[in-house]
């Protein structure tokens, strides 16, 4: 059983950043590929961004451009999101996610630990 704790959100305005937080207890972070997601109030979870558990590398959605990046501490067992440039668009709910094995892309479907979530709020 793996629990995950965010924090970091809060209200910023435009063009500003903001670093989220994913800390993990009850199992070692180091099997899992983790990732973020995010979601508004009638829509669904979308992906934000994702580590592997092997090499590393990060996988983004499409609406990040370059402005967002993910970083995974196996020894802290942290997972940390830095947002930049934020616009009003990504205000949402962040939670952390955590996939039991290799994977670079992911869906809602393959998640088997979730976090209850921070608020990103980003004023205009």
């Known amino acids: 059983q793996v629990q995950l704790e965010e924090s970091g959100g809060r209200m910023v305005q435009a063009g500003a950043s903001l670093r989220l937080s994913c800390a993990a207890s009850?199992?070692?972070?180091?099997?899992?590929?983790m990732g973020w997601f995010r979601q508004v109030p009638g829509k669904s979870r979308e992906l934000v961004a994702t580590?592997?558990?092997?090499?590393?590398?990060?996988r983004f959605g499409d609406f990040v451009k370059g402005r967002f990046a993910i970083s995974r501490d196996d020894v802290k067992n942290l997972v940390l999101l830095e947002m930049n440039n934020l616009k009003p668009e990504d205000t949402a709910v962040y939670y952390c996610?955590?996939?039991?094995?290799?994977?670079?892309?992911?869906?809602?479907?393959?998640?088997?630990?979730w976090g209850k979530g921070t608020l990103v709020t980003v004023s205009s």
């Open positions: 996610a955590a996939k039991l094995g290799s994977g670079y892309w992911f869906t809602q479907l393959d998640i088997d630990y």
């Open positions: 009850g199992h070692s972070l180091s099997d899992y590929a």
């Open positions: 580590i592997n558990l092997y090499d590393g590398n990060p």
